[in-house]
């Protein structure tokens, strides 16, 4: 938990992605910034700037971070940008990436390039982390071993060529005439089979990717050289914060930190995914997270509890595991087992060499890694969850325990050792790839609690816990992002929105899954069950988006393809299954017609959380495009460009007054999001107050307060429905009333304009819901303001 006394006077108010492409530079993105202005954002949000592979639609596999990519448009763009930012008042924020660099590409990273040629002798040698005792570093990029790979290596212009790669030479292995495989012999590294790479590999990666090594941010000069023109933005006043990339991912998280704030005078958050109840270092100079804990909490409140047996049943009844422990158990056993073997190796290679052979050190190494219930330790804080992930690992394996033993042991003795650094940063790779990678393609039971921080076992957040949640953000962390979109997030929060509405109507989702899937089934269980929730939650959705979700969600599952061992028949049914849909007219008909009974309870749940989460405690994220409805699923569909024009011309007709209807436009959202962004920039709220509704439909209501600059009562209200289907059945609002804080002035209504004629019960001043949520299904209520014009 972070120190209450810690402030943040730089934090935004809040932040706006922009995902930075070939197609969306640093111009295209200066051009957006009156824009964003307008629409009452704080801060622009950047993704990764510095120079990445050649073709990065993303930013994430930099090459060079000692410059600004000129493929987004170079440091003039970026300077540029960044004076037209601040001009408009609005501040800067760019995510970094210190974990790890691309060398997909070896002549594109000269860092890379100058280690392949001199291996151990390279200046950049300590860059990475290598484990030269090994022998040459292994590149996995053949089709197989064996001199028939090898047929296509050549020599050419003074590097080693394999079809369209390059690889240097090391100084004096060749000459004219030498055989192209006694030159290959003789190199630093050796071309293998891509096979070999989760097995084999000296380096360490950024999870199983082969071509995404990791650095040693850890040592001072090479923090230096991977920061220096980071920290120049921050020292010329370029960037005012920062997100830091898999932060878990680091040798040694806190120090890193540290070292970093106290060199960058601005904002930072961290990509850290916390599980339920756990907090970040107290020694952590940052404002928070990235906000995944924010979207479990907002997310959850607006799914229906009750829906878990049927839901449950249905699950168990279509062939679907609904264990979530034992399918995480599984999951993660496979990511360290055999994703991350080679790393596994190398860290039962530093266990003392008393009592295990070398296979029973890597068992016990990778039962441990897969016994987290966080994502990691930091040692010595957090020594609590190093214990429990040690206790968890023996009674699953008793048998192990004397080795798990003396590595508890080896760890307490040296909590900053290379075991304990080792064991720690790999955890989080295997809870990340076991389970948001794995076992939420398995545990396909209601897919819209299998996102990224999410909790599938606990179903949906009352709305108790919610509120306590949000009183421990405001009180402990004020200044932490929160999110509901990410370009990490497994389904946009307008599908999530769709799909908690099926929460409400579990019975007859059950009752169509059982018509539905034998007259047109996808070839496995899981994926079936996915299938149909996806369908519902993104209607409509085209034939090609839909075919590339279900083919990565089958491969990450694992269940009957993979990425590394395609089923071609597998995947070819999942290829037809929309053609399959199509051609039962009378299937596809019924499927239409569900979907369209989720549109409006999913708008109004949609309008529900954004408004919750633009007003409460943290720093709110819109993600690229969500101020409009959204319905994108994982990467790489998150990332499609956006129509920025569209949403210029909607806001253009609100500034003049328009008060759009809840429709396919999704200009309502616009609306809100507009409404909520200006209010929290004008009004800078703060502290937290719950408010209770009153009357037969008060479980529907969400509601607290907040107050405003210049005031010492609360000013400022959301009120938002929850469980719009139920209320409808039950008969609507009826007398149910929201008791406002009272104090001088009216209330106004900053969505519709109008100002509120409250009632008095018990002393109190009261809101109709039924007249305040007559015309939105939420309402931002201020005092003493006008609406917003």
């Given amino acids: 938990m972070m120190s209450a006394e810690r402030t943040f006077h730089s934090a935004p108010t809040s932040t706006y992605r922009l995902q930075l492409r070939p197609g969306l530079t640093l111009d295209d993105a200066a051009g957006l910034?009156?824009?964003?202005?307008?629409?009452?954002?704080?801060?622009?949000?950047?993704?990764?700037?510095?120079?990445?592979?050649?073709?990065?639609d993303h930013g994430y596999?930099?090459?060079?971070?000692?410059?600004?990519?000129?493929a987004l448009g170079g440091p003039e763009a970026w300077t540029a940008l960044a004076d037209r930012a601040h001009a408009l008042g609005l501040g800067v924020i760019v995510d970094i990436v210190p974990n790890h660099m691309s060398v997909a590409r070896p002549d594109a990273n000269p860092w890379w390039w100058d280690v392949l040629a001199h291996g151990r002798d390279s200046v950049y040698a300590r860059c990475f982390d290598i484990d030269f005792d090994s022998g040459p570093i292994l590149l996995p990029v053949l089709g197989d071993d064996g001199r028939a790979a090898l047929e296509g290596l050549t020599i050419a212009d003074g590097h080693l060529v394999h079809f369209d790669q390059r690889f240097p030479?090391?100084?004096?292995?060749?000459?004219?005439?030498?055989?192209?495989?006694?030159?290959?012999?003789?190199?630093?590294?050796?071309?293998?089979?891509?096979?070999?790479?989760?097995?084999?590999?000296?380096?360490?990666?950024?999870?199983?990717?082969?071509?995404?090594?990791?650095?040693r941010v850890e040592e001072p000069g090479v923090f230096d050289a991977t920061h220096a023109e980071i920290?120049?933005?921050?020292?010329?006043?370029?960037?005012?914060?920062?997100?830091?990339?898999?932060?878990?991912?680091?040798?040694?998280?806190?120090?890193?930190?540290?070292r970093l704030a106290e060199r960058f005078d601005g904002w930072i958050v961290v990509e850290k995914i916390l599980a339920p109840g756990e907090t970040l270092p107290a020694s952590w100079p940052v404002a928070g997270t990235t906000g995944y804990d924010a979207l479990r909490e907002i997310?959850?409140?607006?799914?229906?509890p009750e829906a878990e047996p049927v839901l449950t049943t249905l699950a168990r009844d279509h062939g679907v595991a609904t264990d979530v422990t034992a399918i995480d158990a599984q999951a993660r056993g496979h990511a360290a087992g055999e994703l991350l073997r080679a790393e596994v190796r190398r860290i039962a290679a530093l266990l003392p060499p008393e009592g295990a052979d070398p296979r029973q050190a890597e068992e016990t190494v990778a039962e441990l890694l897969a016994s987290f219930d966080v994502y990691r330790s930091y040692l010595p804080e957090g020594e609590g969850a190093w214990a429990r992930a040690v206790r968890t690992a023996a009674d699953r394996r008793p048998d192990l325990q004397p080795v798990l033993k003396g590595i508890d042991r080896a760890v307490r003795a040296e909590p900053h050792g290379d075991i304990a650094r080792r064991v720690q940063q790999t955890s989080g790779m295997v809870v990340a790839m076991g389970t948001e990678n794995t076992a939420f393609?398995?545990?396909?039971?209601?897919?819209?609690?299998?996102?990224?921080?999410?909790?599938?076992?606990?179903?949906?957040?009352d709305v108790a816990a919610f509120h306590a949640a949000h009183l421990r953000r405001e009180a402990t962390e004020p200044h932490t992002m929160t999110t509901l979109s990410t370009h990490d997030t497994k389904r946009s929060e307008d599908v999530r929105a769709r799909l908690a509405v099926l929460s409400e109507l579990p019975g007859d989702f059950a009752d169509a899954v059982r018509r539905w899937s034998p007259r047109a089934p996808l070839p496995e269980a899981a994926l079936d069950l996915l299938g149909w929730q996806t369908l519902l939650g993104a209607w409509p959705i085209d034939d090609e988006r839909l075919v590339d979700y279900l083919l990565k969600a089958a491969r990450e599952a694992r269940l009957g393809t993979s990425w590394t061992d395609q089923d071609p028949d597998f995947e070819d049914r999942i290829?037809?299954?929309?053609?399959?849909?199509?051609?039962?007219?009378?299937?596809?008909?019924?499927?239409?017609?569900?979907?369209e009974t989720l549109t409006a309870p999913g708008w109004s749940n949609a309008l529900g959380q954004k408004a919750v989460h633009l007003l409460g405690p943290g720093v709110p994220d819109v993600y690229q495009g969500t101020e409009l409805w959204d319905l994108s699923l994982v990467d790489p569909d998150n990332r499609r460009p956006v129509d920025h024009d569209a949403r210029a011309r909607l806001l253009s007709r609100i500034e003049a007054g328009w008060r759009p209807p809840v429709d396919a436009t999704g200009a309502a959202k616009l609306h809100v999001v507009r409404t909520c962004l200006q209010a929290r920039r004008d009004l800078d709220p703060t502290g937290y107050l719950p408010l209770t509704a009153e009357g037969p439909a008060a479980d529907h209501a969400l509601a607290f307060a907040r107050t405003t600059r210049g005031s010492?009562?609360?000013?400022?209200?959301?009120?938002?429905?929850?469980?719009?289907?139920?209320?409808?059945?039950?008969?609507?609002?009826?007398?149910?009333?929201?008791?406002?804080?009272?104090?001088?002035?009216?209330?106004?209504?900053?969505?519709t304009g109008r100002t509120l004629v409250p009632t008095r019960m018990d002393g109190l001043v009261t809101a109709r819901l039924a007249e305040v949520l007559d015309h939105y299904p939420v309402a931002v209520l201020a005092r003493n303001r006008p609406p917003v014009g």
Avoid: K, M
């Fill in 712 to 751: 010492h009562d609360p000013a400022l209200a959301v009120v938002a429905t929850r469980l719009p289907l139920t209320l409808a059945d039950a008969g609507g609002w009826d007398d149910t009333v929201v008791p406002l804080p009272s104090g001088p002035g009216p209330w106004t209504d900053l969505l």
């Fill in 61 to 70: 596999d930099v090459v060079d971070p000692t410059r600004v990519s000129t």
């Fill in 231 to 258: 920290l120049r933005w921050g020292s010329e006043g370029l960037a005012d914060g920062l997100r830091v990339d898999h932060v878990d991912g680091l040798s040694d998280p806190g120090g890193y930190l540290r």
């Fill in 575 to 595: 290829r037809s299954w929309p053609d399959r849909l199509r051609a039962d007219a009378d299937l596809y008909a019924e499927v239409r017609a569900f979907a």
């Fill in 441 to 461: 393609y398995r545990g396909t039971r209601f897919v819209a609690l299998n996102e990224v921080g999410g909790e599938p076992d606990a179903f949906g957040v």
């Fill in 299 to 304: 997310c959850g409140v607006f799914v229906d």
């Fill in 169 to 215: 030479l090391a100084p004096g292995t060749h000459t004219p005439g030498d055989d192209v495989e006694d030159v290959h012999r003789r190199q630093h590294y050796r071309l293998v089979s891509w096979r070999r790479g989760d097995g084999e590999l000296t380096y360490r990666r950024f999870f199983d990717v082969d071509h995404l090594a990791a650095v």
């Fill in 33 to 56: 910034l009156d824009h964003l202005r307008r629409l009452g954002v704080g801060a622009v949000y950047l993704s990764p700037i510095l120079t990445a592979a050649p073709g990065s």
